[in-house]
Nanobody, 121 residues
């Protein structure tokens, strides 16, 4: 099985920054795309940013220019640098990875447990 463990969340003032990390572990043959999603209270989970194994990225319009996604393939880790935080960025941030367990298995989606980011003064 595969585990995704996020870290880096917390309370931050408006305009502040955080760096979220998500490390994948387990029996992994290959990780394809990785991404960050978020879910605010009463809202649906939404894609924040994603990165392919070739380092192509895409972002939600609401975070373009403020958030940066990156990955370290040697560490099976994806990062999300979040800057210029706004109260509306408050949410639980979830890591996602598309993983192939062996050369013969399909690609499966795995999720982390989430890390809370609260933007408040």
């Amino acid at each position: 099985q595969v585990q995704l463990v996020e870290s880096g969340g917390g309370l931050v003032q408006p305009g502040g920054s955080r760096r979220l990390s998500c490390a994948a572990s387990g029996s992994i043959f290959r990780i394809y795309a990785m991404g960050w999603y978020r879910q605010a209270p009463g809202k649906q989970r939404e894609l924040v940013a994603a990165i392919t194994s070739g380092d192509s990225t895409n972002y939600a319009d609401s975070v373009k220019g403020r958030f940066t996604i990156s990955r370290d393939n040697a560490k099976n880790t994806v990062y999300l640098q979040i800057n210029s935080l706004k109260p509306e960025d408050t949410a639980v941030y979830y890591c996602n990875a598309r993983v192939k367990l062996t050369i013969a298995t399909p690609v499966y989606d795995y999720w982390g447990q989430g890390t809370q980011v609260t933007v408040s003064s």
